[in-house]
């Protein structure tokens, strides 16, 4: 299958600093990326999605100025949490779906685990 | 909005015997896909096994197989001859034209 890469993959910070996640698709072109976060023993919430040149769509409830979204490419797609505070710690998972394929199956980065103090 | 919905928060199942895992879903759409994930400790999700709402037959791959009952909207995943490593989290997913929302997910342990 695809293969979808997430850097870095944990990363410690100080309240109020920026931290800037990555995600990759390697082998495959990405018109759409999505960014989930998970609790821990939760399911995955939709954060926000990505499209390729255009403005990301957030969910009822995220900050878009908090968790700023960039898709500059057809395989790169960056969050950003801004001044990230210990509330925002979490797992992120990036997710991409292969363009052309309205039906295409979504693939999974490793994740990020961020832990503000 | 569509819902999906997993009832059993923890599950096990003794090595090399069958388990079932139950997902609903709640759409008014006729045109979706599902999915069960599994997400073990590494926290990697792994695509288990994906069904068309338009296909009648039921998905299988190897070990894994689904219970797709439209009308019911139910989506049950079965595991044969559980093996150790299928101990982890499993979500079941749905998507339609739009993005995947996730059910709750159940932990299955696998016990030697």
């Known amino acids: 299958g695809a293969v979808v890469s997430q850097h870095p993959s944990w990363v410690i910070c100080k309240s109020g600093t920026s931290v800037k996640i990555e995600c990759r698709s390697l082998?495959?072109?990405?018109?759409?990326m999505f960014w989930y976060r998970q609790f821990p023993k939760q399911s995955l919430m939709l954060m926000a999605t990505?499209?390729?040149?255009?403005?990301?769509?957030?969910e009822q409830g995220v900050e878009k100025d908090k968790f700023l979204i960039n898709h500059a490419s057809l395989t790169l797609s960056t969050l950003t949490v801004t001044s990230a505070h210990p509330e925002d710690s979490s797992f992120y998972i990036c997710?991409?779906?292969?363009?052309?394929?309205?039906?295409?199956?979504?693939?999974f980065g490793p994740g990020t685990r961020l832990l503000v103090l | 909005a569509q819902t999906v919905t997993q009832s059993q928060p923890e599950m096990s199942v003794q090595e090399a015997e069958t388990v079932t895992l139950s997902c609903t879903y709640d759409?008014?759409?006729?045109?979706?896909?599902l999915f069960w994930y599994k997400q073990p400790p590494s926290r990697q999700m792994i695509l288990v096994i994906r069904?068309?709402?338009?296909?009648?037959q039921n998905a299988t791959e190897n070990r894994f197989s689904v219970n797709f009952q439209k009308a019911a909207k139910s989506f049950s995943l079965k595991i044969s001859d559980s093996q150790l490593g299928d101990a982890a989290m499993y979500f079941c997913?749905?998507?339609?034209?739009?993005?995947?929302?996730f059910g709750a997910g159940t932990r299955l342990t696998v016990k030697p």
């Open positions: 997913a749905y998507r339609s034209a739009g993005d995947m929302r």
């Open positions: 997710s991409a779906r292969e363009s052309g394929l309205a039906e295409g199956t979504q693939y």
């Open positions: 990505s499209n390729e040149g255009s403005k990301a769509t957030y």
């Open positions: 082998d495959f072109q990405a018109t759409t």
């Open positions: 759409t008014s759409e006729s045109d979706y896909y």
């Open positions: 069904q068309e709402a338009y296909k009648q």
